[in-house]
Nanobody, 125 residues
Framework: QVQLVESGGGSVQAGESLTLSCAASGSTDGTICMGWFRQGPGKEREGVAAIYRLGAGNTFYAESVKGRFNIYQDKTKNTVSLQMNRLKPEDTAKYYC?????????????????WGQGTQVTVSS
């Protein structure tokens, strides 16, 4: 089992920045990829960013956040973070950290077996 705990959510003004962090514990050696997903009010959950835990740490981003968000990891601390810049009101959502034991994707959450409880991000205009 893998436990994921998110932190760093909050309320900000449009244009500001926020960094989310996810601490992973448990049987993390079997995980291949860490991802961030979000679910806004009245919306379906969508992928935001993902990063391979091994090798070069290739990253993947949803088109809506490319150039604004940056996902990175600290392998020594077993954490993955999401730096969010130039936030927009449409970024308002509950953000979830997830771990996959197969492959990386931001277009589907089927590969992610483990999920955190989420952290709320609210962006006001």
């Amino acid at each position: 089992q893998v436990q994921l705990v998110e932190s760093g959510g909050g309320s900000v003004q449009a244009g500001e920045s926020l960094t989310l962090s996810c601490a992973a514990s448990g049987s993390t050696d079997g995980t291949i990829c860490m991802g961030w997903f979000r679910q806004g009010p009245g919306k379906e959950r969508e992928g935001v960013a993902a990063i391979y835990r091994l090798g070069a740490g290739n990253t993947f981003y949803a088109e809506s956040v490319k150039g604004r968000f940056n996902i990175y990891q600290d392998k020594t601390k077993n954490t993955v973070s999401l730096q969010m810049n130039r936030l927009k009101p449409e970024d308002t959502a509950k953000y979830y950290c997830a771990a996959s034991v197969s492959w990386c994707s931001v277009t589907s959450d089927d590969e992610y077996a483990y999920w955190g409880q989420g952290t709320q991000v609210t962006v006001s205009s």
